[in-house]
């Protein structure tokens, strides 16, 4: 089991700037993929950017350019800064991690999200 703790979280004013954090703990295998996703209300969750153990990235075309995720591996833990941020950024942001062992990846574990409110 992996058990994802998120921080971070806020109000902030369109064009602000937060970061949020993820720290992971358990069974953490070497390899695994560390993110987040969001979800605004009435809307799916969505992915925002992933991270791997190696440091391949991925982000959504939304926020290329304006987030970074980062991760520090000895701390099994996983950043997001969100610059620019636009109203459209609203959402509950989830921490999602992925294990890999075995040539499997496990399920996803989530953590139990982090409110961020982009408004003037």
């Known amino acids: 089991q992996v058990q994802l703790v998120e921080s971070g979280g806020g109000l902030v004013q369109p064009g602000g700037s937060l970061r949020l954090s993820c720290a992971a703990s358990?069974?953490?295998?070497?390899?695994?993929?560390m993110g987040w996703y969001r979800q605004a209300p009435g809307k799916q969750r969505d992915l925002v950017a992933l991270?791997?153990?190696?440091?391949?990235?991925t982000y959504t075309d939304s926020v290329r350019g304006r987030f970074t995720i980062s991760r520090d591996n000895a701390k099994n833990t996983v950043y997001l800064q969100m610059n620019s941020l636009k109203p459209e950024d609203t959402a509950v942001y989830y921490c999602?991690?992925?294990?890999?062992?075995?040539?499997?990846?496990?399920?996803?574990?989530w953590g139990q999200g982090t409110q961020v409110t982009v408004s003037s």
């Open positions: 999602n991690a992925k294990m890999y062992s075995g040539g499997i990846y496990s399920p996803a574990y």
């Open positions: 991270m791997s153990s190696g440091g391949t990235t």
């Open positions: 358990g069974s953490i295998s070497s390899s695994n993929v």
